[in-house]
């Protein structure tokens, strides 16, 4: 197989820290040298990485291709196109499918999708419970020998307690994560929006924090109870990033991660009625934003996801209640993460790690770093190439992003999945 | 900034969606050009030209006699050829989406849509989607606005009491879920009204209401000192269901305007109500029968108040 030369960039790896000029070297699709050339390297493939930044390939906790049932939405083959213009080589997809991700017959059908797109990295979730309808438990070891990295509910809460614990007590059995989006059911009450001044102005359903605040704290109960593993998903609020703080400390094995929107949007956003920014959960107040930042500025959030959900144009046009929520949001991650790093709010390397080495860790995947012996998930960007949000540069199916038609700094030039080039930027004049 | 989907380059009324956004100046215009439309009623040929060969439709995916009668009169008695239209039943129904609809009756050639619909936002998305000739008025959207409603209660307050700046102003009820409180609450504030109080339990309150611009009480016999105007609101009977009130009984005895409570209020005081009214749950029938209650005063400056706006959102077209 080929052997690559990625050279003279500047390497940012924060799991084996190292943050210096070098060259990466490839072959057989395995990193097998970082700085150091090794003997007999004859490469078939140069990358010239100067003024470039090579770090691990993304790791995105969640995304929805909308494949299998909504192929009007999206594919598996636009949609990995997508991810790898945006650096992305490692995707956990949402079991919120049609069918749902509860059998092996589903499992490996994504399976199978994913070969065809000529992206093998993409790891389904499986459904915690039988279609998500939180009455019975999922065959959670057979969808794991199926490939299934974790289970989780989707946007779907598990509104019976018992069921909650004895699902989380069964996924421990089988030392199998639980990706878990805090949100009760009843004080969600079907809304659209955040309960604060907008929503009251606008007169728009709305959801409170506590319909987040109040699933995690029960969840943190029930870790402490089962021992389960669990990962919590885009979190909103400021309490939340308070209970996983006070969680952590408690000496609880829990980790989070956020939507990139919600670390750059808030509730003042969706004025007065714009669809795009039509999110679950919903984009909250200025407070809220900040506490994320914070959150993973600290650590408390280990985590950037991109919550990656692209829509057809009829799904955002209606009256902003009937809109559906998501943003295609997979091209944005890097430079929404970079302008974090501009505004002083994180470092790079803590910027990369969140979305490499941080949410491979969750995943216990041998991915988001660029260990000698690991698959070469790539990813080389150049930080001061501007770029507009349009239809030349994007390529998801789902044009639903509140930030098209903005310009944003850095952006990926190659990524590289287990050593194949699966994006590289053309040069433009 | 979004809301100058109201208006036209040069500041003139396009749609009317919402009061938010509309300066104070438009609001009054408003006013003063009812106030020349009140008289024609009293005439023996009810109608002016303004509108002659315009087509007005009345969209009304939610159900309603007073607001849709009041509409139509106002087109009619402007010459305007008025088409109305309860979708609920027919359209949507059958799984045709609400732009689809738009579109269809676009293509009838149409100047105007009246837009009732039980989401928020729907006038809005309307406004947005259609051609750039046609107004499009909001009729009432969900728990978000229905400005016309508001403005026929800022008329018919500035008929009697002339003045803003000094009132006092309580609004009680489910505000939670009223656009008309909405409405109500943002044209007060812009016309200067000196202090406005909304009256309720917590559970008929929306988060943050206070930066609406309201004081907040959530007793009557409190709330009511020292106001001279009241503006009531309906309750649904469906608020019982879903656990947001005990009984209808108790909010009579909590909420309910009795002649006792009335009262409280400036012996000057007036009496609103947007209809239809719940006798014996949230209005006494003595007080919404009353010397006080301006209620069917309300109903009548409904049509001056929707020829104006309709004639002004129209008249953008000329130029």
């Not at chain 1, 049932?69 to 083959?77: E, M």
């Not at chain 2, 209020?265 to 009353?290: C, F, L, T, Y």
């Amino acid at each position: 197989m080929s052997q690559i030369h990625i050279k003279q960039g500047h390497i940012v790896d924060p799991v084996n820290n190292i943050n210096r000029v070098g060259c990466v070297y490839i072959a057989d699709g395995k990193i097998i040298s970082v700085t150091r050339e090794p003997a007999g390297f004859k490469p078939d493939t140069i990358i010239d990485a100067q003024h470039k930044i090579v770090c691990p390939g993304f790791v995105d906790l969640s995304t929805r291709l909308r494949e299998p049932g909504q192929s009007r939405k999206a594919t598996f083959k636009s949609e990995t196109a997508a991810a790898a213009n945006g650096g992305v080589t490692t995707m956990c997809l949402q079991p919120d499918t049609s069918p749902v991700i509860d059998t092996p017959a589903v499992a490996e059908l994504i399976k199978e999708l994913a070969k065809n797109a000529d992206y093998p990295q993409i790891y389904p979730i499986a459904a915690l419970t039988q279609k998500l309808e939180g009455t019975e438990l999922s065959a959670m070891l057979t969808l794991k020998q199926a490939g299934c990295m974790a289970v989780g509910n989707a946007n779907q809460p598990v509104r019976n307690l018992l069921i909650l614990r004895r699902a989380m007590e069964y996924a421990a059995s089988h030392d199998m994560l639980v990706m878990f989006r805090p949100n009760d059911y009843w004080l969600g009450n079907n809304g659209c929006a955040h309960e604060g001044a907008v929503a009251t102005r606008y007169g728009l359903p709305s959801i409170p924090e506590a319909a987040e605040t109040i699933a995690l704290a029960q969840c943190l109960e029930l870790v402490e109870l089962t021992g389960c593993r669990v990962h919590f998903g885009q979190l909103s609020c400021k309490r939340s990033v308070i209970k996983i703080h006070q969680a952590k400390k408690y000496g609880l094995h829990v980790s989070a991660d956020v939507a990139v929107h919600q670390l750059h949007l808030t509730e003042n956003d969706i004025i007065p009625f714009d669809s795009n920014y039509h999110v679950l959960p919903p984009l909250r107040t200025e407070a809220d934003r900040q506490y994320l930042r914070q959150g993973l500025a600290s650590g408390t959030i280990n985590s950037i996801c991109s919550d990656h959900q692209p829509h057809d144009k009829d799904a955002k046009l209606g009256a902003f209640p009937e809109t559906e929520p998501g943003v295609s949001s997979v091209e944005t991650l890097l430079p929404l993460m970079l302008k974090l790093v501009a505004q002083r709010i994180i470092t790079l390397e803590q910027g990369i790690a969140s979305l490499s080495g941080n949410p491979a860790r969750v995943l216990r995947i041998k991915s988001g770093a660029l260990t000698v012996g690991f698959a070469a998930d790539v990813c080389v960007f150049d930080p001061e190439l501007d770029w507009q949000v349009n239809a030349d540069n994007w390529k998801s199916q789902g044009v639903n992003t509140p930030f098209w038609g903005q310009t944003f700094k850095g952006r990926v030039t190659q990524t590289l999945q287990a050593g194949n080039i699966i994006h590289c930027l053309e040069k433009s004049g | 900034m979004s809301e100058n989907l109201q208006l036209n380059s040069e500041g003139k009324l396009k749609h009317f969606l919402s009061i938010e956004g509309l300066p104070k100046s438009l609001l009054t215009e408003i006013l003063d050009v009812a106030q020349s439309f009140v008289g024609i009623g009293d005439h023996q040929i009810k109608k002016v030209p303004l509108l002659r060969g315009k087509t007005i439709v009345n969209l009304f995916f939610e159900n309603s006699t007073r607001t849709r009668t009041t509409f139509e009169l106002a087109a009619n008695r402007l010459s305007a050829d008025v088409l109305s239209m309860s979708i609920s039943t027919s359209s949507t129904s059958k799984g045709e989406s609400l732009l689809d609809t738009i579109r269809n009756l676009e293509a009838m050639y149409v100047d105007m849509f009246v837009v009732r619909h039980s989401i928020s936002g729907a006038a809005h998305f309307i406004a947005q989607q259609t051609a750039p000739h046609i107004s499009v008025i909001n009729a009432g959207d969900g728990q978000h606005a229905h400005p016309t409603q508001a403005m026929l209660d800022m008329f018919t307050i500035r008929q009697i009491k002339k003045d803003f700046s000094n009132l006092r102003v309580a609004i009680i009820g489910d505000i939670l879920h009223s656009r008309v409180a909405r409405s109500q609450i943002q044209a007060l504030n812009t016309l200067g009204t000196a202090e406005i109080r909304v009256i309720a339990p917590k559970t008929l309150l929306p988060a943050h209401v206070e930066s609406l611009g309201v004081k907040v009480s959530h007793n009557l016999t409190a709330g009511l000192k020292d106001i001279d105007v009241i503006m009531m609101l309906r309750l649904q009977k469906e608020r019982m269901t879903s656990a947001l009130l005990p009984s209808e009984s108790e909010y009579f005895k909590c909420f309910g305007l009795t002649e006792d409570k009335l009262k409280i209020a400036k012996p000057d005081a007036i009496v609103m109500h947007p209809g239809p009214i719940n006798r014996g749950v949230e209005i006494d029938s003595k007080v919404a029968d009353g010397p006080q209650s301006v209620i069917l005063k309300q109903v009548s400056n409904g049509i001056a108040i929707r020829m104006a706006i309709m004639a002004m959102a129209m008249q953008k077209q000329g130029g």
